[in-house]
Each structure stands twice: as structure tokens, then as C-alpha cells.
């Protein structure tokens, strides 16, 4: 259960949401007929061992409900406090969305990152606002709302995918959102700078684009970076953050381009693995794979990963001076923790 009533969700909200939030993909067994507990215990160890504050447990991958609920219960109980987890509202329609918040209640999420379906065809703010409201008034946690042009909001509500004047009503309305990220109208800087000018003094504003949290940190005060594949850069994200917290911008300037080869290869390679507004979370695991996590197969349906990308991906690292893994890529399909 959540720290934190209801009516003290922004208050928690504002002392305790800081940090860097990464994401983890759940891990299935070789012969993917369930979560390998293994690879999930690992791939926390190696959360803590970075230095992140937290991470989204996915749920955008071919996985059943009470599957996710074994994978949350497993990272949790791993983490033993040490961590703090989103739950991640990305299911097929309402109804499941809103018996996937019991779970996340039951698992020591904290926070609700709130997704849209991919058969959600709102044509108007308010069928957004009823199915945001909706989510809200289901659970006790805290829910971070996050406008982005995945949901195809753009350009029929409006550009910015969410805007203000329909988040000014939910937050009137939705004690329990706390937090926004704030990507609307990627890749715009002007999502975020719009929330934090309207809403930064209300609910925690969450910056979490890697190049804009090192550039916007040293302009304005940023807290949260949440939640973002930031474990393909290993330590180095929650380091850029600190010196940020510290004000030493000239050394975080200075990783921001020690980083900029591999920020380049990430970038060229999402213009190929990212199609259909659906991220290629198969993408986001080899990614982490090659900074030590676990890796391992997903199953149908899943966007898939080539050489050419995983190439690319890799001597983006090498070239930014990092130590990303060797092993062949047959590797990554296999896992670090195969079961038998």
C-alpha cells in the first residue's frame, strides 16, 4: 500500500518524487510460459548498483495480469525498500486498466503512470479528461499524468497532445495527480516549460528526456526525471542528475558530451525500431542488456531488433567511453539467467 493517503498525495508527492526513474522489462522463462524470477531479481540488483532511484515496471508487453502481478511482487520484494516503483497503466481497455491498479495497490507501487489504449479515439477533451478522471478516482496512488504524442492526440485535440487548459481541470479535479511528464508535443522543449510555468508550484514536473534534463537543469529547477530507458547509458544519468542537484554545471555539461556519440546512436536507431507510435520495448531491453541487465526473449507480439540497430546502439556507447557488453548477440535472446 501506498505511504501516503489520498488527500496527501501531492504533499508526499513534492518530499519524497526526486530522482531518476529508469524503467525494467519483465523477463520471462526460455520457454516463455512465465516470468523468470531470476532475470527480475537481477536486473534490481543492477538498479541499485547504477545508482537509480526507482524504475516503471513495464506492462506493455505481451503479459497477462496476474503474470504482472508475480513480476511486481518479485522486483518488490527484491528492492526491499531501496527502490521506488511506478506501476504502468498500459492495458488493452478501461476495464483493465482499472483492475491492473489493484495490482498495483497490492505490490507497493507508488505512483501510477497513466497510459491511453491504443483503441482510445477521443475527439474531444473531454472524452480525455473522463477517461484520466476515471483512472484517478479508481485508486489511492498517486497518478502522474503524461501528454505525448504517442496517444495520437495530436493534432486533433490540440498540438501540445494534453493541454493546459484541459490539465488545469483535472488537477482542479483529481486531488491525486501529482506529477506530469511533460512531453507534450515531442520533440518541443515547450511541453515542459509550459508545465512547469502553469502547474511547477501545484505537482512535480518531470523532465524525462536525458539531454533536455542536463541542458533545462542548469536553467530551471528540475527534480524528477521519470520514466525513461535511461539504464542504456548505465550510471551516468543518475550522476549527470546529481551534479545537476549540486549545481556543478561545468562537469555536467561535460558528461552530457562525453554521452552525445551514444545520445546520437539512440537517437538514429529509434527513427527505425520506434514505428507505429508503439516503443520497441524489445529495443528497450537490448539496451539494457548491454549495460548488464538481463535480457532475455519476449514473445509474440513484439517489435523486433536487427543487427544493424543493435551495431549502432552498441558503438554508440563504445564511442561515448563507456564498457557496454561484448557477448554475441545471440546472447541477448537467451538471457543472463536462462532457465532449464
Not at 507501487?109 to 478516482?137: G, H, M, R
Not at 508550484?201 to 537543469?217: F, R, W, Y
Not at 543493435?310 to 557496454?324: I, S
Request: overall charge neutral; proline content about 6%; charged content about 25%.
Amino acid at each position: 500500500m501506498a505511504s501516503y493517503t489520498r488527500k496527501e498525495a501531492r504533499d508526499w508527492a513534492r518530499e519524497h518524487l526526486k530522482g531518476v526513474i529508469n524503467v525494467i522489462i519483465p523477463s520471462f522463462t526460455s520457454d516463455l510460459k512465465g516470468i523468470n524470477e531470476q532475470a527480475v531479481r537481477h536486473d534490481v540488483r543492477k538498479q541499485l548498483e547504477f545508482g537509480f532511484d526507482g524504475a516503471l515496471l513495464v506492462s506493455e508487453v505481451a503479459i497477462t495480469l496476474p503474470e504482472y502481478r508475480q513480476f511486481c511482487q518479485i522486483a518488490y520484494d527484491e528492492a526491499a525498500g531501496r527502490q521506488m516503483f511506478f506501476h504502468h497503466s498500459s492495458w488493452s481497455n478501461l476495464e483493465q486498466a482499472l483492475e491492473a491498479l489493484k495490482v498495483a495497490e497490492d505490490t507497493g507501487a507508488e505512483v501510477v503512470l497513466l497510459s491511453y489504449p491504443p483503441n482510445f479515439y477521443p475527439e474531444s477533451e473531454q472524452d480525455i479528461y473522463d477517461y484520466t478522471k476515471a483512472i484517478c478516482d479508481a485508486t489511492k496512488l498517486g497518478v502522474m499524468l503524461f501528454p505525448m504524442y504517442l496517444w495520437g492526440f495530436s493534432p486533433r485535440i490540440h498540438p501540445s497532445d494534453i493541454p493546459v487548459s484541459l490539465i488545469r481541470r483535472l488537477l482542479d479535479d483529481c486531488p491525486n495527480i501529482v506529477s506530469i511528464k511533460a512531453e507534450g508535443g515531442f520533440p518541443s522543449i515547450m511541453g515542459i516549460v509550459e508545465c512547469y510555468r502553469h502547474f511547477g508550484k501545484e505537482v512535480v514536473i518531470s523532465c524525462p528526456i536525458e539531454g533536455e534534463l542536463a541542458a533545462l537543469g542548469q536553467l530551471m529547477p528540475i527534480e524528477l526525471s521519470a520514466t525513461s530507458d535511461h539504464e542504456y547509458y548505465g550510471p551516468m544519468i543518475p550522476r549527470i542528475f546529481k551534479l545537476l542537484q549540486e549545481k556543478q554545471y561545468d562537469e555536467a555539461t561535460r558528461l552530457y558530451w562525453q554521452l552525445h556519440p551514444a545520445r546520437r546512436a539512440k537517437g538514429a536507431a529509434a527513427m527505425q525500431l520506434h514505428g507505429g507510435a508503439f516503443l520497441n520495448r524489445m529495443g528497450w531491453k537490448f539496451q539494457a542488456w548491454l549495460q548488464g541487465y538481463s535480457g532475455g526473449p519476449l514473445r509474440q507480439p513484439t517489435l523486433r531488433i536487427h543487427d544493424q540497430q543493435m551495431n549502432m546502439l552498441r558503438k554508440g556507447l563504445t564511442d561515448a567511453g563507456l564498457k557496454p557488453s561484448m557477448d554475441p548477440f545471440r546472447e541477448f535472446f537467451i538471457g543472463r539467467h536462462p532457465t532449464r
